[in-house]
């Protein structure tokens, strides 16, 4: 048993060693436009409500694995905050909606090979977005046939530039599925909401692997 451990020891070091080298761990923390986009069906010409864009924020964690010099892979854990506002005369508010959202994604380095180290470490991103439904501030209640979603799936473009620890992050995200559907009755139709995502983040790296992307 001994021996064993003695070449099972020294194999599993390395290992840990060359994974070292192919992950890292990063902060992500941003600002963001939420705009809320409607679709009627049957298309009636009228939206049921109106809904004007507000800030909100996303903050989390993203784990990244280098698959080659020119393909990373890896997973981000985010919470984010989204919603609407109001600028009604008589509702003058900002409402919240929380997500938990989980965004594998692949990543591109086109230009690993320039010689400009500022160069080589622009990389355009695609994630798939999975954001589960925490909770809003917003009361329904007093409305009928109002429906919230649990979950949301979508995609984000993003364009990344980070040369050290840091880095800065410029996304698009976009919903494929509603976060919440009203019926109405006068007119016969269903009044579909999706949330669209525009913003900026700022990346830290926590831990830093022993070689370059």
């Known amino acids: 048993m001994k021996n064993k451990l003695f070449f099972l020891i020294p194999i599993l070091l390395v290992c840990f060693h060359v994974e070292g080298q192919k992950s890292s761990i990063h902060i992500r ?18 939206a049921l409500s109106g809904f004007d864009p507000r800030i909100g924020a996303l903050l989390g964690g993203r784990y990244d694995y280098r698959l080659s010099r020119h393909l990373h892979t890896g997973t981000e854990i985010l919470y984010q905050l989204k919603g609407n506002s109001s600028m009604a005369p008589d509702a003058e508010k900002i409402y919240s909606n929380h997500y938990l959202s989980l965004s594998p994604y692949i990543t591109a380095f086109p230009f690993i090979n320039s010689e400009n180290k500022y160069i080589s470490c622009i990389a355009p991103e695609i994630s798939f977005d999975y954001n589960r439904f925490l909770g809003t501030d917003k009361i329904w209640k007093p409305f009928e046939e109002v429906k919230f979603y649990k979950y949301e799936l979508g995609y984000t473009l993003k364009l990344t530039y980070q040369p050290d620890k840091f880095g800065i992050q410029f996304f698009y995200s976009r919903s494929l599925t509603p976060y919440y559907v009203t019926h109405s009755y006068t007119p016969v139709m269903d009044d579909y909401k999706y949330s669209f995502v525009s913003g900026v983040a700022i990346l830290y790296k926590i831990f830093t692997p022993h070689s370059k992307p």
């Open 29 to 46: 923390a941003g600002i963001t436009n939420c705009t809320t986009k409607t679709m009627l069906v049957p298309n009636t010409g009228t």
